[in-house]
């Protein structure tokens, strides 16, 4: 028996079911290099783009026009329209900020976030349909610590929440601009008003998946099998689709309906969104007081809305095509001769610009080991101790607070008075490290902090010597 104990337990090996994490982290790592692929190709395309502009600028004539539109523009202006859309990335990372703030245990920091909001910019504006964008920032946040369901789940349910807030950006420009479009476009109001349905059943279809899986799965099956048989769909694209209808969206559905049930997070994400979009729909105002032209911003944000909604359903990189038609339509009249110069730095504001500053952010990651739902806690409990502290005492001490709630090392000590025997009559004095001495009756009281322990020597010897120099003198 004895000789059993001694022996060495075997080990016993581990198994973590991380697999299909590891095969699904692959695969996003792979989609990721795809959509690299994808904006190689459609960089090639946008210089074709270019090219064609230039030329068109040249058949028409309109080139000198060009030139001396471009020589008058006030920089500042310019420059007011980049800051403008800074604040739309900065919106960006704090929806997602949002998102996972009420995790204690969530692995992904605010750099990680920049980055997936960086990827979602980059990719969005650089891949046809913005396709890319969605397995690039899942990629980014697996590699921050999330799970491939979680990631899914998050990033799923920003999807959704942007695409909403579209709809109802759209919605409220369209009850407060509806007259304004009307007189001015007359009876093809009715394509930004099909714009806006479109953009409601996109929306409608996706929350419809999110809510009721179980009858979209079998829809989709069924849609599935039919195109597999008639041959449209490959048999590894076949494979490929089931496996990804069946197996992920019924976590993608469960996972967002756990986050629906906190409507506080789900609204101040759904404010926020508003706000990131009114940044970018805001940027053609930028743009004409950059010419010096009038202009109103509540119209040119309804008609950079509807300039959007055109865009997303454009199915090529950054929606070319219908940005060009779509300006020259909405704007012809507020930027008159200014037109193709006013189109030009408007794309290079909302399309080329982001697109060179969300490049090196994609790299970023958070070395930190604390959540941000703790450095919250953490920041919060600084803010509401130095307020305790200042009710307290009139003066700010962060941490601090009359319960002793705080800053983790803040220590609130109350002097304690010590007595020390000695002379019966002293006059109080202020000794070193914060004591003081004082005659009570027949004794001498000693008041100071713990902090300093100098303090009790020194209060016994001026103690002592006044004790010395109160006795009678001896007759020689």
Not at 244 to 273: D, H, I, P, Q, Y
């Amino acid at each position: 028996m004895t000789d059993e104990l001694k022996k060495p337990k075997k080990k016993v090996a581990l198994k973590v079911s991380g697999a299909s994490s590891s095969k699904a982290h692959n695969e996003d790592a792979e989609a990721d290099k795809e959509s690299m692929g994808q904006v190689r190709k459609t960089l090639v395309f946008l210089a074709f783009v270019v090219v064609a502009y230039v030329i068109y600028l040249v058949v028409t004539g309109q080139v000198d026009e060009f030139v001396t539109s471009l020589a008058g523009v006030d920089l500042g202006w310019i420059l007011a329209g980049v800051i403008c859309f800074l604040f739309y990335y900065v919106f960006g990372v704090l929806a997602y900020v949002l998102s996972v703030i009420s995790d204690p245990d969530s692995p992904v920091g605010i750099r990680d976030l920049m980055s997936v909001e960086a990827s979602g910019v980059f990719f969005m504006r650089l891949t046809p349909s913005g396709a890319g964008a969605p397995p690039a920032q899942i990629y980014r946040l697996t590699r921050a610590g999330m799970t491939v369901g979680q990631a899914g789940a998050l990033n799923f349910t920003r999807f959704v929440l942007y695409e909403a807030g579209e709809g109802v950006f759209a919605a409220i420009m369209l009850l407060f601009c509806g007259n304004y479009f009307y007189e001015q476009f007359g009876d093809v109001t009715l394509i930004g008003i099909f714009l806006f349905g479109f953009k409601v059943v996109q929306v409608g279809v996706v929350l419809a998946l999110c809510l009721f899986p179980r009858p979209v799965i079998a829809i989709g099956n069924w849609l599935l099998r039919f195109v597999h048989r008639h041959g449209w769909i490959k048999e590894e694209k076949y494979q490929k689709f089931y496996e990804t209808l069946n197996g992920e969206m019924s976590e993608f559905s469960a996972r967002f309906r756990s986050a629906s049930k906190n409507v506080g997070e789900m609204c101040a994400t759904m404010v926020v969104t508003l706000l990131q979009l009114g940044c970018m729909y805001a940027l053609p105002y930028f743009v004409l007081r950059a010419f010096g032209e009038p202009a109103d911003l509540l119209i040119c944000t309804a008609c950079g809305s509807m300039l959007e909604l055109l865009i997303n359903a454009v199915p090529l990189p950054g929606g070319t095509g219908g940005a060009e038609v779509g300006f020259a339509y909405l704007f012809k009249g507020m930027f008159g001769v200014h037109l193709p110069a006013g189109f030009v730095i408007w794309r290079a504001v909302e399309y080329l610009l982001p697109v060179l500053i969300a490049a090196p952010c994609m790299g970023m990651r958070s070395t930190g080991g604390l959540s941000i739902n703790r450095r919250w806690h953490s920041f919060w409990g600084r803010i509401t101790g130095g307020i305790n502290g200042y009710i307290e005492t009139g003066s700010f001490k962060f941490g601090a607070s009359s319960a002793g709630q705080g800053i983790k090392g803040t220590v609130t000590v109350k002097p304690k008075a010590r007595k020390v025997e000695g002379a019966k009559k002293l006059t109080a004095k202020t000794l070193e490290g914060g004591a003081k001495v004082q005659i009570r009756g027949n004794k001498t009281v000693v008041t100071g902090t713990r902090s300093a322990p100098q303090v009790d020597i020194q209060a016994k010897i001026a103690a002592g010597k006044a004790a010395a120099g109160q006795k009678p003198s001896q007759p020689k």
